[in-house]
């Protein structure tokens, strides 16, 4: 596939949107989620009505095995993405932290912040070969301002906020651009 996008949370909210948007355009699109089920019919409504091609890839960015799965058929299969979108995040709970279950925080870092960096480690090597690129964090608002009830979910966005700043002014001499983007209260999946 010449020029398409990597997208991971691809089946609902903003990744679906960004990935309906980018096919709009012409993109090739290469979807990354949990859910078998939606990853099809994503496939399938975006190809019958944008005409572009789709691929699937079944991950949960909280197993690096499958990261790396993952990944690694995606550049055998389609080459390099010009567009990585790491859109895969959650949220769990408003109680206080106090309160907060310990499974809930070790999903909320697992996806929010582990699952981001170990995909775009997975990725990056080949955008460098290429001198070209686009990684799009998904942050928010919450990482800027962080509000009662959700101490764990505003530290792993603020953890994206400062991962993505860092490694804009690593890769900037490389021709790979860098960006978060940091929506506010926004209904989705998990809100």
């Known amino acids: 596939m010449s020029s398409f996008a990597f997208i991971t949370g691809a089946t609902s909210g903003i ?12 993109y090739g699109l290469a979807l990354a989620a949990r859910n078998k089920e939606k990853l099809e019919q994503v496939k399938k409504e975006i190809e019958d ?5 789709v691929t699937c890839y079944v991950l949960d960015v909280r197993h690096p095995e499958e990261i790396h799965d993952v990944t690694e058929r995606c550049l055998k299969e389609l080459g390099t993405p010009r567009i990585l979108l790491n859109d895969a995040g959650l949220a ?3 109680e206080p932290y106090g309160q907060t279950k310990e499974e809930d925080i070790l999903q909320m870092i697992d996806t929010n912040i582990k699952g981001l960096f170990l995909v775009t480690r997975a ?4 955008m460098l070969e290429k001198n070209e690129g686009h990684i799009v964090n998904l942050g928010s608002t919450a990482g800027l301002y962080a509000y009662a009830g959700a ?15 860092a490694l804009a002014n690593e ?6 651009t860098v960006c978060a983007v940091m929506p506010g209260d926004i209904h989705t999946g998990f809100t």
């Not at 990725?123 to 080949?126: G, K, M, N, T």
């Not at 101490?151 to 993505?164: E, L, M």
């Open 15 to 26: 990744g679906l949107a960004t990935a309906k948007a980018l096919a709009a355009k012409g």
């Open 49 to 53: 009505e944008m005409h572009v091609p």
């Open 92 to 94: 769990r709970g408003l």
């Open 123 to 126: 990725f990056l090597p080949a």
């Open 151 to 165: 101490a764990v979910y505003c530290a792993t966005k603020a953890a994206v906020n400062a991962y993505t700043m």
């Open 171 to 176: 890769l900037r001499p490389f021709g790979v």
